[in-house]
DNA sequence: GTGATAACCTGCTCGC
DNA sequence: TGCGAGCAGGTTATCA
């Protein structure tokens, strides 16, 4: 599942490949969550950012197409402009984007459709709460342990459940809060951590995501960059995933749990509560 | 305002 | 072999 590292990946190859190109034609499923695509014929690409796990397609005309790959969204890019018959369309598929020239098709496949497009000015986000309101970039400057203390503090949920928020820093899933988490000796359910497991779980998250970046995204099942290729991350999990087998660090018997409807994978040595 | 939970969605795995 | 149940999980909506 596309977390920061996934996304960011797919954005360094998508910037280069569509900055400067106009969009000529579209084509979107049919729920509310695709049919945004459609806005941006006519349009032309100015490059591609990114926010947490939200892809941000700049437009020339000041607006942006912002993507969420959802679970299983996948975005690539193909020559020869084989959308044109329903009949042969990828069933998948659930928006497409016929480029400058007509040979070139932009396209997002995503099995689950937990994915999302919308359409907004450029840097408006009010209609889409969850950016609206995302923390700081876990890998930019704005990301302070005491900032990201008092964010923690500030609620009395789970400190998993509050990373998975959004809130108190961007780009975080299911599987590098595990990893965070474990890095940082936290036992997941915590409801409140002192200011140095904070600086801890700080120094994690930056690290868990900077290496998740590096290794090209982790695939575990849907995840493809853009060139269709898997990501290398899978190979470098600690702890996610991994219930049942030993902890890399102590060797006593990862455990799996789930709190508010997500699994947890952690070690109940490494992790006391 | 906050926290918990259900719903969305479909392929895959497992047990019978 | 075939079928049904359960699971995976990011975001949004709803309820207490």
Known sequence: MP???EVETIRRSLGVRVAGRS???AWSHESSKFTPAVEVIGATFSGADRRGKYLLLGLEDHRELVIHLGMTGQLHLAGGATSSRLDERDPYVRAEWTLDGGS???SFRDVRRFGRLRVVPSGDYRSITTLHQLGPE?????????AFHRALKASNRRIKTQLLSQKPVAGVGNIYAD????QARIYPARRSITRAEAACLHEAVVDVLQRGVD???TTLRDYRTFEGGEGDNQNHLSCYGRAGLPCPRCAAQLQSRVWDARTTTFCPRCQPR
């Open 179 to 182: 990893e965070a988490l474990w």
């Open 138 to 146: 876990p890998l930019g400057t704005d990301f302070a342990p005491e």
């Open 3 to 5: 977390e920061l590292p």
């Open 215 to 217: 290794n090209g995204g």
């Open 23 to 25: 969009v000529v034609d």
């Open 104 to 106: 070139d098709v932009l």
